[in-house]
């Protein structure tokens, strides 16, 4: 049987029109067994404002987590949730205002604090996007029953707050008991990013962390395929904000994914891949803003496996803050080719180190990095989509 784990980040589930887009497409992919959310795009940051606002005397702090709460309140009630669900809503507010008060009478941040400030995001979201998920299944004339999978009743975790490192053990027991797996009409919503220790404390995986929860899950239930549901298409040869044209990258091998993910591309969360990649659950990446090419076969986006006879090739370009990435299958092999292209593409090269699945490259300290990546990327003909040799 095919069991899907299904996520959707925040420009996904930004409003109610989004929220209907992303269940719309779980409507149409059979096997979709869970679905994990992040909180609203911008909750987050706005929780971390009202958590540090939180410290010092004065409205601001409840004013802002006001209007963080009516803009889900508002979306709650166009999104048809029953009084009961409304009255959750309703305490998570109050949830808020006390743990506003604790931060105040601490007088500091903690991450013991800042975690559960942090897990109001995605419980609204998931509380919503329930509701969502039911109507449209609903109107599709499908017969599922859409269950809330408390996330903080299964994702057990150590007591690193802030980044918190799963309990998987703990985590299999549970969830062998709340998702039943047999039931093809059954479907669970949970919450990205947030967990609990084992006596009941909130917990969080780290900013961007809900990949990394759908990976646990997608271990822990031996998901057939675990889905990042994103605002672009797959993942890119350089990033797309640069403004320069790119490729969208069909298939890559988990070795050349987590080495994107360490150079600094955004996309994947690092960790999001060690659950799945010794099972071998395949990883698609794509947008859900653009439901045409998200259904069915013209769906469009990045599938990351373990690939048989992967030549040797240059895929994506990345950076952080220090060096340039070149992302590759076994692309030591092509470090001296490399080499002589780059050489003639007038940048200062300061250090080039090569590990098999990617070649760190150190520019001068005048350089704009931005500037040499569209060099490197147009120099070595990227956009041409990913090839092998050069
Ligand atoms: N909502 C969290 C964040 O913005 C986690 C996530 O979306 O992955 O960092
Ligand atoms: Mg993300």
Redesign the pocket.
Known sequence: MKHIVSKF??TSVADIPAMKRCAEIIVSTPGVKIVVV??TAK???GLEEFASKSLNAGDEALNLWESIFSRHYEMAKEAGLSQDSLIVMKELFSEGESLSLRINTAGQLSGELMDPV?SL??RMSALIFRAVLENTFRSNGQNKKVSYLNSREVMWTDESFLCANPLKDSIYQALSRQVNLEDETQVYVAE??IGSTLDGRTT??????????AALYAEAIRASELQIWTDVPGIASADPRLGFPICWIPFLTFDEAESLALAGAKVL?PKTLSPVRSLSIPVFVGSSLDPKRSIGRERLGSYITHLEDCPSRLIAIASDRNAIGLIGHNIALLRDQIEARISKLDFEVRGVEAQSNSIRIVTGLSCDQNEVIRKIHDGLELDKGPFSGI
């Open positions: 980040g925040g992040s909180a909750t987050t940051n942090y995001g995605e990205g990013f969080t995986f780290g900013r961007e962390g809900s990949d990394f929860s969360f």
